[in-house]
């Protein structure tokens, strides 16, 4: 029953439901919010090739980068397209930005000297005065916009830690005769940032919530160092006065918050850096949207200066703005960080390893990023794949024996082996096209469809290849 499953598992079911009905026009809402990351990457790689039209709203950038040859971007009341993928966005809009600028520096220092001669100037002006006059308000509109610098950088004060943070000895943690976690050790260290994958239903929440105390464990200890204060983000966590405003919300925390650089700000300073302008500092938090309470909800974790922070999927639900702002402050945040997330590029900015859960109670330790742990599980895949093609090949038998390969099937599986390297090869080569972000749309439809043929040619000769080496 669909009332039975997980979050995660309801996306995936109503994902399918869409997919299958075969639409010609696909609208997607962040689609990738709930999602395990190897359905993301699945996913990505469908989007990637199906030769349908798509318009998505999302904040995965690794997404958005595999999936789309055009951004639009709706900034101050303005929409700016850009025929490309996100990264071919990313560099256009900071040559945009960069021309902006250059403007407003310009229109200023005309300002100036326009605004000399408005000054000097008697009331009665002839036709040629009144539209010089006409294009010193154009260019004071001009010189007097304000850009709003997204790039905010700030750190905090955090509470003192001492030699002792965490540790985890012997933990075990199971659930309807289903072992999530078996035996995991682990002692935390001083300002380690680490991230934690593993499929929906895997146990990632559950780690979290027996550190923090919410779920205890089956079997094995759990000890934290008497100055550890944590601050804890769960995806189920909201629990904000609907009737307060935002303002408030944050004052009954602190009025000031003290800085890394031995500083303090108010918390309304606080707020605009993680985008609460003037009058939405002074709104209900029942008028905000989704993003902007879970946005609140992690700024009255951070204000409580944690020197442990664990995030269970912060991202979800906020802009691309904001999670820059938020990658910036926890790149300089000196404590202890956990977190569970299916954003990769958050994950790659910012962890130093990650624990991967398979579900069966094993957690491995991986160090590196979150690429590093893709590149490390393909290596260990085909090095699992390897010895069985190995054993398929009659290895120390006797000549004469009937089921070995003549020479003339042997010639057949290299001439096979070439033709699967040489479309693999192809295939690639197509990708990198369709991902460069500058081929017209039938171009792009064009490699879509050589890209799906020469896909099902592939899985025909690596078929066939299996087939002949059964035979030996």
Not at 286 to 307: A, V, W
Request: hydrophobic content about 35%; glycine content about 6%; proline content about 2%.
């Amino acid at each position: 029953p669909v009332g039975q499953l997980s979050g995660g598992q309801r996306k995936r079911v109503a994902l399918a439901r869409l997919l299958i009905e075969q639409p010609d026009v696909l609208y997607l809402d962040e689609p990738t919010n709930h999602l395990d990351l190897d359905m993301i990457e699945w996913l990505e790689k469908y989007l990637a090739r199906l030769n349908k039209t798509l318009l998505l709203v999302s904040h995965d950038r690794y997404f958005l980068d595999s999936v789309c040859d055009t951004i639009v971007e709706l900034e101050h009341g303005k929409a700016f397209t850009y025929n490309g993928n996100y990264a071919y966005y990313l560099e256009k809009k900071e040559q945009r930005e960069q021309i902006d600028k250059a403007e407003v520096d310009k229109a200023r220092n005309l300002y100036r000297r326009e605004l000399e001669w408005m000054r000097r100037q008697p009331k009665a002006r002839s036709t040629k005065q009144k539209a010089r006059e006409n294009s010193f308000y154009v260019t004071e509109e001009k010189a007097t916009s304000q850009r709003k610098d997204d790039k905010m950088q700030m750190t905090m004060q955090m509470s003192r830690m001492g030699s002792k943070i965490l540790e985890l000895e012997n933990v075990c943690k199971g659930y309807d005769n289903r072992q999530l976690i078996k035996d995991f050790s682990y002692t935390f260290k001083r300002g380690e940032k680490i991230g934690i994958v593993g499929k929906n239903g895997s146990g990632k929440s559950t780690l979290l919530n027996m550190i923090m105390g919410l779920a205890k464990p089956d079997a094995g200890r759990i000890r934290s160092g008497e100055t550890m204060v944590f601050g804890y983000y769960s995806q189920d966590g909201i629990n904000l006065q609907e009737d307060k405003r935002v303002i408030d919300v944050v004052k009954d925390i602190a009025e000031y918050v003290e800085t890394g650089a031995g500083n303090w700000i108010s918390v309304s300073q606080f707020l605009l850096h993680f985008n609460f302008e003037g009058s939405k500092q002074y709104s209900f938090v029942s008028k905000l949207s989704g993003g902007e309470k879970k946005r609140l909800y992690l700024l009255t974790i951070l204000l409580k200066n944690p020197n442990f922070l664990i995030l269970d999927e912060p991202t979800n639900d906020l802009d691309i703005v904001t999670l820059n702002v938020l990658e910036d402050f926890l790149v300089g945040y000196q404590g202890c960080l956990l977190m569970v997330t299916h954003d990769r590029y958050f994950m790659d900015r910012l962890v130093d390893h990650v624990f991967v859960l398979d579900g069966k109670g094993k957690i491995k330790d991986i160090h590196g990023n979150y690429t590093d742990y893709r590149e490390t599980y393909a290596e260990e895949s085909k090095a699992e794949v390897t010895p069985k093609v190995v054993k398929a090949k009659p290895v120390e038998e006797p000549k004469a024996k009937s089921t070995k390969l003549s020479y003339k099937e042997q010639r057949a599986i290299e001439e096979l082996e070439k033709e699967m390297q040489f479309l693999e090869a192809k295939k690639a080569a197509l990708m990198q096209k369709m991902n460069a972000g500058d081929a017209a749309h039938d171009q792009l439809a064009k490699w879509s469809a050589e890209y799906q043929v020469i896909e099902k040619q592939i899985e025909e000769k690596t078929a066939k290849w299996f087939e002949m080496q059964d035979r030996g």
